[in-house]
Structure formats: structure tokens, C-alpha cells
């Protein structure tokens, strides 16, 4: 059983539509992590939440925005999104960075089709 | 930059067949190191770590030691069964990735019976 719970687990959208991916985590971890994930490819790096505030921002274009409401939730806003968004979206956590804790902890994932 | 290469498979074995997939890496000062498991239709999970030279990782029949000479952090698995089918992505981290895990490209695995 995961810790970290992600919300849709599935979801189609057209380019001009607006949704959220949402995630969950209840251990306590500061640092929050959204990835990208194509099959058969390792996770790409997409945003990291240290203490609720934006660390990193790896070049995303502005059509993915992310949110940390409070220390245990991570949202992702989608809008305009092109047909090669597609992709798995995997949250992630971990207790506090991950240079210093070394672990991460996965969600199952979203995963999203844009038509 | 920092970096982490392994074999990409996919790799198909026979059910009690041993395993190994080979990970190297690059990395400025003395990373820790990491294998992360994907199962079909999840998301990534951590199967073992080592944190310093010499250091073996071991869970669930998986192991793997950290070696500073070699650059390198193996898997092996004695005898492989059709539920270690999966991903493992060989991945590690440093002081200076800025919060980032540096993930291999993963290798398949499929156990036939």
C-alpha cells in the first residue's frame, strides 16, 4: 500500500480543457515532488516543494502549474495542454530533501491523455 | 554532470534463474546509490540502497554493493520469480544534485515460468 495517494488515477482531456491532478501524503515529509514519466522511460523532474515553498522548477512550460496548498497536499493545474503531455504524472515524497534522506516515496501515479 | 548508465534490456529470464543488472555511474564527490522498482501499473518504489563505499544494500532476496573503485552498484538476484517481473531504475543522489534523484534508464524485466 502506498502512502502517497494520487487523484485521478485516470484522465482524458481535450487541448482546451482545465482538470487538476491531485496528491496526498499523511507521514509528515516536507519536501514534495511532481515527475513526468513516458513508458518504458525513467521519471523527468518536473517541480520540488521544500516547506510548501517552490524549490525547483526544472523549465515546465506555464501550462502545467503546481500548487502546495499545506505540507501534506501537491496539486497540478493543467491547461491547454498538447497531445504529447501524455504521459504518466507520478507524485512524490520524501522526509525531508532528498540529498539528505536519500529516499523517495511514489504515488501510483496519473495517468493522463490529452486529445 | 552527474549520471547513471545501465543495461536497458529488456532482460527475459526463466522462473529460479539468477539476475543481474549492471549500473555504473558518474558523479562528483560520493553519491549514494539506489535501485528502484516500478511493478506493471505503479509507481516507483524504493528495493534498496547504500550510502557509502563497501556498503551492500539487500531486500527481498535483491542485493547490490556500493563499489568506489568500479563506480558501480550491481543487482543480483539468486533465483528470480515471475513476480520480480518489473522496471528497476539504478539511480543516486549527491550533495551538490540540488535535491534531485539522478535516474538510469531503467531495465526490464520479464520471468517467464
Known amino acids: 500500500d502506498t502512502e502517497v495517494t494520487q487523484t485521478p488515477k485516470h484522465l482524458v482531456m481535450g487541448m482546451t480543457n482545465k482538470k487538476s491532478l491531485k496528491c496526498e501524503q499523511h507521514m509528515g515529509h516536507r519536501a514534495m515532488y511532481w515527475y513526468k514519466q513516458k513508458a518504458k522511460k525513467p521519471p523527468e523532474l518536473m517541480f520540488v516543494?521544500?516547506?510548501?515553498?517552490?524549490?525547483i522548477n526544472e523549465s515546465v512550460p506555464s501550462r502545467f502549474s503546481p500548487e502546495c496548498p499545506n505540507s501534506s497536499l501537491l496539486n497540478l493545474h493543467l491547461h491547454a495542454l498538447q497531445p504529447e503531455d501524455s504521459a504518466l504524472y507520478l507524485c512524490?515524497?520524501?522526509?525531508?530533501?532528498?540529498?539528505?534522506?536519500?529516499?523517495?516515496?511514489f504515488g501510483e501515479g496519473s495517468r493522463l491523455t490529452v486529445l | 554532470g552527474d549520471s547513471v548508465t545501465q543495461m536497458e534490456g529488456p532482460v527475459t529470464l526463466s522462473e529460479e534463474a539468477f539476475l543481474t543488472i549492471n549500473c555504473t555511474y558518474t558523479a562528483t564527490g560520493y553519491p549514494s546509490l539506489f535501485w528502484y522498482v516500478q511493478y506493471p501499473g505503479e509507481g516507483l518504489q524504493l528495493l534498496l540502497k547504500a550510502t557509502k563505499a563497501d556498503d551492500k544494500g539487500s531486500n527481498k532476496g535483491f542485493e547490490a554493493t556500493y563499489r568506489k573503485e568500479t563506480t558501480s552498484f550491481h543487482l543480483e538476484k539468486g533465483s528470480v520469480q515471475v513476480s520480480d517481473s518489473a522496471v528497476y531504475f539504478c539511480a543516486l543522489t549527491t550533495k551538490t544534485s540540488y535535491d534531485k534523484v539522478i535516474f538510469g534508464p531503467g531495465t526490464s524485466l520479464s520471468v517467464i515460468p
Open positions: 516543494y521544500s516547506y510548501e515553498k517552490l524549490s
Open positions: 512524490a515524497s520524501s522526509q525531508d530533501l532528498v540529498t539528505n534522506t536519500g529516499e523517495l516515496f
